[in-house]
């Protein structure tokens, strides 16, 4: 749970990210920022004239409350900054931030002149430190695009600039060594060894600013050199020039198409406006958008569409053929789900409740996210997804063993599981799909495991339960009330082993009264049954009857009521 100083901090580091296109407040924020670097700069600058006393004591509380403000502001950024970026963690982290560019302009233009007003420094050490507060006008580029561009022009061209650079050198101290060769005999005090040769090459690009080209070559071959030497001095500005021209064409270019690709991502999560369920009376979120529904409500292309679900995490493609048994002869079709993201793994909600529903797989599984995360909404159970990472070849995070060791987020996931796990009586029922393209249909429609081998019925191995009694409460009742209510049978390991060492339970370090159980539901009944949020809700009660603390949360969630856009405000 987030705590109130937690919840400050954020606010903060969304006031203080440089983001010029955020909610109102935030940008007052960064125009109060910017209004006071040019108050002053303007005060610097009037300082400079000869000015009757009271003006210049004016202009001395101006510079002190322009110090104080910079002061507090710069402070809160170092303080922040973790939130901004991981890597600013820590007290290295923040010494890391303070020097980057910003943050060294941050430091600079601001803690040295504090400091020379509270300690006596000498007369000479203050006019220095008086010329770091020119410095916080660089802190105004933090919030241009132009300088921005520059920046990432000369980024993406770094690697051609210092090939370049490699060239001119080599060939100039090529030419160099050649013109000693040539000179030495002509000039033997002047050219007396190839370091005066590179010297005088190398002056030529810089002005001579030490008198070393006041002594030209004067032989034939070494006024030729001279003359390359000289064309190299045109090349080593034009090159790089051309270069970085070449770069800002490409970043200008780059930055229409992000704010291209931003407004075609707007207009695609525009698309999951939140629709009444009627069966069940809840706002839902759409399970997916078809290619060309999406082309009809919001005008996107197919290529603008699947650039957006490339670019964005948050929307997949997924074909619907996927979801229905070959023997059906399905017809592919393209479609976009869009889901709920809130860690670098994907999604982690702690509701508080002993219940975690987990879905591991449901960023390959297309459709089934937008049930199971309802389940654990309706019923108020923690819900904890995997929503990233890449989906061919596959790799669910179910199953895993020492080649996924390394994968990223892993760690943070099984983490995360273990946190709401560590409480007294918990369960986590791990959910699954069944009986898609690649599966055959079933006689049951619902499916457990407690870690025994598939066809082990009588449950003889179930060691991912401890509380037998407590489990065949919630298997009695979830056979009945499912048969009952929507023809659905249920079975335990009939058809699904869940004994294997490679199950991701097993790399849990979990309390000895937690129990654990695999669900597994017919794709047809998660994503095509016209009743499924009434089935999601049946099976909240159940789960909250038998393995919760009662049902008296069930469907109490205000903003199930709430018609809006995508999971915003969940």
């Known amino acids: 749970m987030s705590s109130p100083m937690h919840n400050i901090k954020i606010q903060l580091a969304r006031a203080l ?18 209004g006071m670097i040019l108050v002053s700069t303007t005060e610097i600058f009037l300082s400079t004239f000869d000015i009757s006393p009271r003006l210049r004591h004016v202009l001395k509380w101006v510079d002190m409350a322009c110090l104080t403000f910079f002061l507090v502001e710069v402070s809160l950024r170092i303080w922040v900054a973790p939130l901004i970026n991981p ?79 490699q060239f001119l050198i080599i060939v100039t101290v090529i030419l160099s060594l050649l013109l000693f060769f040539f000179e030495h005999e002509a000039q033997p ?17 810089i002005g001579d600013p030490g008198g070393f080209a006041g002594t ?17 001095g045109i090349a080593i500005v034009a090159v790089p020039a051309g270069i970085i021209g070449a770069g800002f064409t490409e970043a200008i270019e780059k930055e229409a198409h992000r704010n291209e690709l931003e407004e ?25 958008r078809t290619i060309t529904d999406i082309s009809a409500r919001v005008g996107l292309t197919d290529k603008e569409i699947i650039e957006v679900c490339s670019a964005d995490t948050r929307f ?67 819900w904890i997804s995997r929503e990233t990472g890449e989906r061919a070849p596959y790799r669910s995070w179910y199953l895993i063993d020492n080649a996924h060791a390394g994968e990223q987020n892993l760690q943070a996931y099984l983490a995360d599981i273990a946190r709401l796990m560590d409480r007294s009586k918990a369960w986590s029922i791990t959910t699954l799909i069944a009986s898609g393209a690649a599966e055959p249909e079933y006689d049951s429609q ?19 339960v401890n509380d037998m009694e407590t489990f065949m409460q919630f298997y009695g009742r979830l056979s009945q009330d499912m048969d009952q209510e929507f023809g ?50 049946k099976l909240a009660i159940i789960i909250a009857d038998t393995l919760g603390t009662g049902a008296d949360r069930v469907g109490t969630d205000p903003t199930l009521r709430i018609k809006d856009i995508g999971f915003r405000g969940y």
């Not at 030209?216 to 190299?232: M, S």
């Not at 219940?355 to 309802?374: A, E």
Request: charged letters at 20%; glycine letters at 8%.
């Open 17 to 34: 990210d440089d983001n010029m296109h955020t909610r109102q407040w935030h940008n007052t924020v960064d125009y109060l920022i910017i």
């Open 316 to 382: 997949r493609l997924g074909n619907l053929a996927s979801t229905i048994p070959l023997v059906k002869n399905p017809m592919d079709r393209l479609a976009v789900e869009v889901a709920h993201i809130n860690t670098a793994y994907g999604c982690c909600i702690d509701r508080g409740s002993n219940v975690t529903i987990i879905s591991p797989s449901g960023f390959v599984d297309f459709g089934t996210t937008n049930f199971f995360y309802y389940l654990s909404k309706i019923g108020g159970f923690n």
């Open 216 to 232: 030209p070559p004067v032989t034939f071959w070494g006024r030729a050199i001279a003359c390359a030497v000289g064309i190299l």
């Open 87 to 165: 890597l600013y963690h820590g007290f290295r982290g923040r010494i890391r931030y303070c020097l980057t560019f910003h943050g060294f302009v941050d430091v600079v233009s601001t803690y040295p002149f504090f400091l020379g007003s509270i300690l006596p420094f000498p007369t000479e050490a203050l006019r220095v430190l008086r010329l770091t507060r020119a410095m916080r006008l660089f802190r105004i580029t933090r919030y241009t695009k132009s300088f921005r561009l520059l920046s990432a022009s000369i980024s993406q061209k770094k690697r051609e600039l210092w090939i370049s650079l």
């Open 189 to 205: 005090e002047i050219y007396n060894n190839g370091f005066a040769s590179v010297s005088w090459a190398f002056a030529q690009y």
């Open 488 to 537: 659905l049978h249920t079975d335990c390991q009939k058809y699904h082993a869940t004994d294997t060492g490679r199950l991701f339970h097993r790399f849990l370090q979990l309390r000895p009264d937690s129990n654990n159980l695999v669900l597994r539901i017919c794709w047809h009944q998660a994503l095509w049954n016209p009743e499924n949020m009434l089935i999601a809700r």
């Open 446 to 464: 619902i499916h457990l495991g407690i870690g025994g081998p598939k066809g082990d019925t009588g449950m003889e191995q179930h060691n991912l």
């Open 264 to 288: 075609n991502r707007r207009k695609l999560h525009n698309a999951f406006e939140r629709k009444l369920d009627r069966p069940s009376g809840y706002q839902r979120v759409p399970v997916f």
